[in-house]
Antibody, heavy 117, light 112 residues
Framework: EVQLVESGGGLVQPGESLRLSCAAS????????MSWVRQAPGKGLEWVGN????????YYVDSVRGRFTISRDNTKNSLYLQMNSLRGEDTAVYYC??????????WGQGALVTVSS | DVVMTQSPLSLPVALGQPASISCRSS???????????LNWIQQRPGQSPRPLIH???TRDSGVPDRFSGSGSGTDFTLRISRVEAEDVGVYYC?????????FGQGTRLEIK
């Protein structure tokens, strides 16, 4: 069974940093593109970015480029999202997802990030 | 960015009746590799999203055959042949042909 389990969410102040982790199991992690997608409270879905199988390719949407960094550790079957200079508009549930740009195969349960003073 | 426009945004349907959701894109979703990366996802209340259909009409694993997708170019449709109680939730179309991937606003399906 495919499992994607996010952790590391919480409440931070504007300008601070936070790192999300996603533990993957049930599939060949190092053969999979991985993505982060977010959903603001009561709102729709927004792509954040994705990373290729070996980590050499990474893509970000304009709103997070330069502030967020996606990385992975294939030895630990883990995906990460380093978020710096957080803003109120970054408040959302962040989903780890298996799949790349074309389509997502499976989704995690999400981690809530709240940016507020 | 490619704009995905869904209609209706709210869809009350009686149990056992059919339902249909339209999704239109601001650009053709035909990729240079010949595929059309138009996908549908379902989000039940309080749950994370679930893949339903990818590449216009291919059902994802475990999706009942009462769900079907069709369309081409910029015009796509998700159909549910007979709505069941477990189908309540929000349905999103999403495109993966152009960067960045974008989502429709969502269609909320409720039981009438």
């Amino acid at each position: 069974e495919v499992q994607l389990v996010e952790s590391g969410g919480g409440l931070v102040q504007p300008g601070e940093s936070l790192r999300l982790s996603c533990a993957a199991s049930g599939f060949t992690f190092n053969d999979s593109w991985m993505s982060w997608v977010r959903q603001a409270p009561g709102k729709g879905l927004e792509w954040v970015g994705n990373i290729g199988e070996d980590g050499s390719e990474r893509y970000y949407v304009d709103s997070v480029r330069g502030r967020f960094t996606i990385s992975r550790d294939n030895t630990k079957n883990s995906l990460y999202l380093q978020m710096n200079s957080l803003r109120g508009e970054d408040t959302a549930v962040y989903y780890c997802a298996r799949g790349g740009t074309y389509y997502i195969i499976s989704w995690g349960q999400g981690a809530l990030v709240t940016v507020s003073s | 960015d490619v704009v995905m426009t869904q209609s209706p945004l709210s869809l009350p349907v009686a149990l056992g009746q059919p339902a249909s959701i339209s999704c239109r894109s601001s650009q053709s979703l035909v990729h240079s590799d010949g595929n059309t990366y138009l996908n549908w996802i379902q989000q039940r209340p309080g749950q994370s999203p679930r893949p339903l259909i990818h590449k216009v009409s291919t059902r994802d694993s475990g999706v009942p055959d009462r769900f079907s997708g069709s369309g081409s170019g910029t015009d796509f449709t998700l159909r549910i042949s007979r709505v069941e109680a477990e189908d309540v939730g929000v349905y999103y179309c999403t495109q993966g042909t152009h960067w960045p991937p974008t989502f429709g606003q969502g269609t909320r399906l409720e039981i009438k």
